[in-house]
């Protein structure tokens, strides 16, 4: 499993937890759908910046 799978994995665990504990606390179903949805999408955008290869330094000329 690679390291953007496995940080999508947790952040989608996480997502799930928070869902569960908003539909306890009696939100709507359609909120908590909105939310995760969003949250989903931030944790994709965070897994590429940080598992994507970082870009190799050129050497700076003067």
Known sequence: ???FQ????GFIILVIGLAIAA???GL???WI???AIVL???GIITATNHTKPRDPQ?????
Do not use: K, N
């Open 1 to 3: 499993m690679t390291s």
């Open 6 to 9: 496995t940080y999508l994995l």
């Open 23 to 25: 539909y306890l606390l």
């Open 28 to 30: 709507e179903p359609l």
């Open 33 to 35: 759908a909105v939310g």
């Open 40 to 42: 989903i999408g931030i």
């Open 58 to 62: 050129q050497p700076r000329t003067y």
